[in-house]
Nanobody
């Protein structure tokens, strides 16, 4: 079974910085994509950033230039450094790991429990 445990988050003033981390354990296929999503109250969950095991990254336009995603493959851990935070970044942030089996073509996806990030003065 795969588990993702998030840490970090909290309360920060606008313009401040926070970091999130997400440690994976269990049977995680080495060739995978890890990412961060967020869900604000009353809104749908949205993609924030993703990173492949090879280091290729993708960012939503709303966070480009402010957030940085990184990972440690040896630890199955993904990080999100958030700078220049805005009130609209307030949300529950979820990490995700996903991959497709090379043999069965079955897709696997697992989520973390979520971490609250609140940006407020």
């Amino acid at each position: 079974q795969v588990q993702l445990v998030e840490s970090g988050g909290g309360l920060v003033q606008p313009g401040g910085s926070l970091s999130l981390s997400c440690a994976g354990s269990g049977s995680i296929f080495s060739s995978n994509t890890m990412g961060w999503y967020r869900q604000a109250p009353g809104k749908e969950r949205e993609l924030v950033a993703t990173i492949t095991n090879g280091g290729s990254t993708y960012y939503a336009d709303s966070v480009k230039g402010r957030f940085t995603i990184s990972r440690d493959n040896s630890k199955n851990t993904v990080y999100l450094r958030m700078n220049q935070l805005k009130t609209e970044d307030t949300a529950v942030y979820y990490c995700k790991v996903e991959w497709t089996s090379w043999t069965s073509n079955r897709r696997y996806a697992y989520w973390g429990q979520g971490a609250q990030v609140t940006v407020s003065s």
